[in-house]
């Protein structure tokens, strides 16, 4: 339960937040003090959800990308093409062309 609050907390906070004047359209009856207080309460709970999807993008994007060891790969595919192409020329300068 706690994951699945962890990945959703802002959805669930704006839901919460979206039923709140929809509570006070269905239930005109209900005292305008506690849709007050609970709109206060629900935007300090969307800041510490905003602050924990900040650190979960932090430490995203601190984490080392998979991208990166393929780009180290194709780098050093790229040296060995360029080693066998200059050997490649290297030869067929050296060798006499037969007509």
């Not at 995203?60 to 080693?83: F, G, V």
């Amino acid at each position: 339960m706690n994951e699945f609050i962890s990945k959703h907390a802002v959805r669930i906070v704006g839901a919460a937040a979206a039923a709140v004047p929809l509570a006070a359209f269905l239930f005109p009856d209900i005292p305008w003090e506690g849709l007050v207080a609970t709109a206060a309460a629900l935007f300090g709970v969307s800041e510490v959800a905003q602050r924990h999807e900040n650190t979960k993008t932090a430490a995203a994007l601190a984490a080392p990308s998979p991208w990166d060891r393929a780009a180290a790969a194709q780098k050093a595919l790229e040296a060995i093409a360029a080693e066998k192409t200059a050997d490649v020329s290297a030869d067929q300068a050296s060798t006499p062309a037969q007509y």
